[in-house]
Nanobody
Framework: VQLVESGGGLVQPGGSLRLSCSAS????????MTWARQVPGKGLEWVSV???????IYQNSVKGRFTISRDNTKNTVYLQMSSLKPEDTAVYYC?????RGQGTQVTVSS
């Protein structure tokens, strides 16, 4: 299993970012894919999941602001983040089962 996240960066409050996760080494099209995040000193926090049929579920704090999607032709899962807040600052990880990528840093600051 290999998961490679990209798309993080520094953005002002209220701004937007789109994260991408390129996956390989497993049957992506039937996999439930998850985005999670972590801030220093805290545990991994689940953000969103998308199932094989496209059903998406979100953590309450990001509902209405984040959108998860997938492109099975590219083995890629996305996280579109809008109306970003300073409390969204974290390293964001793409996960499949117990596997996760190296993460991508998202910093929301003015």
């Amino acid at each position: 299993v290999q998961l490679v996240e990209s798309g993080g960066g520094l953005v002002q409050p209220g701004g937007s970012l789109r994260l991408s996760c390129s996956a390989s080494g497993f049957a992506f099209s039937i996999a439930a894919m998850t985005w999670a995040r972590q801030v220093p000193g805290k545990g991994l926090e689940w953000v969103s999941v998308i199932y094989r049929d496209g059903t998406a579920i979100y953590q309450n704090s990001v509902k209405g602001r984040f959108t998860i999607s997938r492109d099975n032709t590219k083995n890629t899962v996305y996280l579109q983040m809008s109306s970003l807040k300073p409390e969204d600052t974290a390293v964001y990880y793409c996960t499949f089962g117990s596997s996760r990528g190296q993460g991508t840093q998202v910093t929301v600051s003015s």
